[in-house]
C-alpha cells in the first residue's frame, strides 16, 4: 500500500465512539484523552447570558506534561504484533522457517522467535488451508508494516515453542488440555496444530472487532476491516474442520469437543468477567457453532487489554508473559487486572 494515500480524513465523532475511545484508553493503561465537553466549558463564557466582560490578561501558566492520546498508528502496530504473532506460527508450521529478516525490523526491541517448526500433515487438506493462512498471515504483516511505514514496529521476543517450558504447553497446561506435567506440542499432528491455531484465531477476530470502532482513519478503518473479514474466514475454517474431527470421532474417542471448550474456557478466565468465549459445539455435540455470536447474530469484541491478558496468559496488569515474553511494542502493552 503507497503510504502517501494514507488519508487523514476523520470521521465524525458521536457519544458512542467517544466513550469507547475512553474505556479502551483506560484498560490499554497507556494514555487518557481530555474529555471534549471540559475543553468546551474551558473555552466558553461562564458568566450571565449576553454579558461579555473586558479580559484581564493572565500569566500563561505552565504546560502540565500529560499522554499523547492512543493514534490509529498506534492501534494498527498493536495489530501488527498479533500479526507478527500467527505469522510465525502459521510459517514454521507449514515451511519450517519463520519471516525473513527483513519483514521484522522497526521501532523498538526486536526479539527472535522460540520455538517453531513444520508439521507432518496427515490429511492433505488441513495442508493444503495451514497454506492458505500462512500466506495470509505473513501478507497481514506485509501490509500493516508498509501502511505504517518508518512508524511499525519491531517484531517482540516470541515464544511458540511446543515443549514442556513452551508457550503453548503452558497455555494447555492452564486450560486443562494437557495435565499439570504433560507437554502440548502444536506441531505434533493435525489435531494438534488445529488447536495451536484455535487458541490464536478468535482472539485475532475479537481484537480486531473491538479496535475497529477506535480508528478515524477511513483508510484505515478500511484496512482494518478488510483484515477482520479475512481472520473471521481463519477462525470459522478453524473451528469446522475441529468440529468436523471431532464429529466424525464419535462420542466414545471424540475429545476434540472437550478440548476446545477447555481452551474457550481458559480464555474467558483470563480476559475478565463476561463470558462471551464459547467453543465449536453446543451441549449436545450434534449441534455445531461454527460462529461464536451472541442473541443478535454479532460477533463480539475484546479490549487490547483483554487480548494481551490472553496472550501473555495472565489475569493481572503486565507487560509481558506467555507468547510474548517481554512484552509487545508500541504504547499498548499491558494487560489488564482482573
Do not use: W
Request: with cysteine.
Amino acid at each position: 500500500m503507497d503510504t502517501t494515500n494514507i488519508l487523514t480524513q476523520v470521521l465524525e465523532a458521536s457519544d458512542r465512539r467517544r466513550d469507547e475511545r475512553r474505556n479502551f484508553l483506560r484498560v490499554a493503561g497507556q494514555a487518557t484523552v481530555a474529555a471534549g465537553g471540559l475543553s468546551l466549558l474551558a473555552a466558553c463564557d461562564n458568566g450571565p447570558k449576553g454579558f461579555n466582560p473586558t479580559p484581564t490578561p493572565t500569566p500563561t501558566p505552565t504546560p502540565t506534561p500529560t499522554s499523547a492520546p492512543v493514534s490509529d498508528g498506534d492501534i494498527l502496530n498493536f495489530a501488527l504484533n498479533l500479526e507478527y504473532l500467527e505469522a510465525q506460527f502459521y510459517s514454521f508450521a507449514v515451511y519450517g522457517t519463520g519471516l525473513p529478516a527483513s519483514q521484522v525490523t522497526g521501532v523498538g526491541t526486536q526479539g527472535a522467535v522460540t520455538g517453531g517448526r513444520k508439521v507432518t500433515f496427515e490429511d492433505p487438506i488441513v495442508a493444503q488451508y495451514a497454506r492458505e493462512i500462512a500466506a495470509d498471515e505473513i501478507a497481514h504483516v506485509a501490509y500493516l508494516r508498509t501502511a505504517l511505514g518508518s512508524a511499525a514496529v519491531a517484531m517482540p521476543a516470541i515464544n511458540i515453542d511446543g515443549s514442556a517450558t513452551g508457550a503453548f504447553t503452558a497455555a494447555a497446561r492452564a486450560a486443562g488440555v494437557v495435565s499439570s506435567t504433560g507437554v502440548f506440542d502444536p506441531y505434533a499432528n493435525d489435531n494438534a496444530f488445529l488447536l495451536g491455531a484455535f487458541i490464536f484465531e478468535d482472539v485475532g477476530v475479537s481484537a480486531y472487532k473491538g479496535a475497529a470502532p477506535l480508528l478515524t482513519s477511513k483508510t484505515y478503518l478500511d484496512a482494518a476491516a478488510g483484515i477482520l473479514a479475512a481472520e473471521a474466514y481463519h477462525a470459522g475454517l478453524i473451528r469446522t474442520i475441529l468440529y468436523g474431527k471431532g464429529f466424525a470421532a464419535g462420542t466414545a474417542t471424540g475429545s476434540i469437543f472437550d478440548q476446545v471448550r477447555m481452551i474457550s474456557d481458559a480464555r474467558d478466565s483470563l480476559d475478565g468477567s463476561v463470558e462471551d468465549d464459547q467453543g465449536i459445539a453446543g451441549a449436545d455435540s450434534s449441534i455445531s457453532n461454527i460462529v461464536p455470536t451472541d442473541g443478535s447474530g454479532i460477533a463480539y469484541s475484546r479490549s487490547a487489554a483483554n487480548v494481551l491478558n490472553i496472550v501473555y496468559l495472565t489475569k493481572s496488569a503486565t507487560v509481558g508473559g506467555g507468547f510474548f515474553p517481554n512484552g509487545v511494542n508500541g504504547s499498548i502493552k499491558t494487560s489488564n487486572a482482573n
